[in-house]
């Protein structure tokens, strides 16, 4: 192994670059500390002393950040402009996000940490625009959301992936404020 120099900002940060590859490539089961370790050229030693446990490393890997703005007084026709923009940027930009969603397909660790990132910073959020039925109407819209995102940017489904993020936003604008504020199913 190659001896790196010492920067404790810097191997951390490799650390984590290579921890969101490998969860995003291999899924949160088949990465180990160790394969972590050697794409750094590190000592599995050195990950557990910076992050502790896997799952540890995991959540700090996955954390992310979705900006959304204040939804109270929206209009039901501008919900969708307001949102989806943010969301396009998460999937497209955040490395941690891409990670998670990756490892959440077959990680049962990593869908309860979406389930829970979604539950604590974008429920709050959307619940201020449903007019009734919450707790659905937020579900289903995160299924839906999380479902573009896989189709676009996990699978790479060709017409859905090479849709602009302007065409993308009119043919899910519709569909995401029925979701949110649209009638509800009698």
Same mark, same amino acid.
């Given at each position: 192994?190659?001896?790196?120099?010492?920067?404790?900002?810097?191997?951390?940060?490799? *650390?984590?670059?290579?921890?969101?590859?490998?969860?995003?490539?291999?899924? &949160?089961?088949?990465?180990? %500390?160790?394969? *972590?370790?050697?794409?750094?050229? !590190?000592?599995?030693?050195?990950?557990?002393? &910076?992050? /502790?446990?896997?799952?540890?490393?995991?959540?700090?890997?996955?954390?992310?950040?979705?900006?959304?703005?204040?939804?109270?007084?929206? $209009?039901? @026709?501008?919900?969708?402009?307001?949102?989806?923009?943010? &969301?396009?940027?998460?999937?497209? $930009?955040?490395?941690?996000?891409?990670?998670?969603?990756?490892?959440?397909?077959?990680?049962?660790?990593?869908? @309860?940490?979406?389930? $829970?990132?979604?539950?604590? +910073? !974008?429920?709050?959020?959307?619940?201020?625009?449903?007019?009734? +039925?919450?707790?659905?109407? *937020?579900?289903?819209?995160?299924?839906?959301? *999380? /479902?573009?995102?896989?189709?676009?940017?996990?699978?790479?489904?060709?017409?859905?992936?090479?849709?602009?993020?302007? $065409?993308?936003?009119?043919?899910?604008?519709?569909?995401?404020?029925?979701? %949110?504020?649209?009638?509800?199913?009698?």
């Amino acid at each position: 192994m190659t001896k790196r120099p010492r920067n404790a900002a810097q191997t951390r940060a490799d *650390i984590l670059a290579a921890a969101r590859r490998r969860f995003a490539g291999d899924g &949160y089961d088949r990465t180990t %500390l160790r394969a *972590i370790a050697t794409d750094v050229g !590190v000592d599995a030693a050195l990950v557990i002393r &910076y992050f /502790g446990s896997k799952q540890d490393l995991f959540a700090t890997a996955t954390e992310f950040t979705i900006e959304l703005p204040d939804l109270t007084d929206a $209009e039901p @026709d501008e919900i969708a402009d307001m949102l989806l923009p943010r &969301y396009f940027a998460v999937w497209e $930009e955040d490395h941690s996000f891409m990670a998670l969603l990756q490892a959440a397909m077959t990680s049962r660790v990593a869908a @309860d940490t979406l389930n $829970e990132t979604l539950a604590t +910073h !974008v429920a709050p959020t959307l619940k201020a625009a449903t007019p009734d +039925h919450d707790q659905q109407r *937020i579900a289903l819209t995160d299924a839906f959301v *999380i /479902g573009l995102a896989a189709t676009r940017s996990v699978l790479g489904n060709l017409p859905a992936a090479e849709l602009s993020r302007d $065409e993308l936003r009119q043919w899910a604008a519709p569909v995401f404020r029925q979701l %949110l504020v649209g009638p509800a199913p009698s």
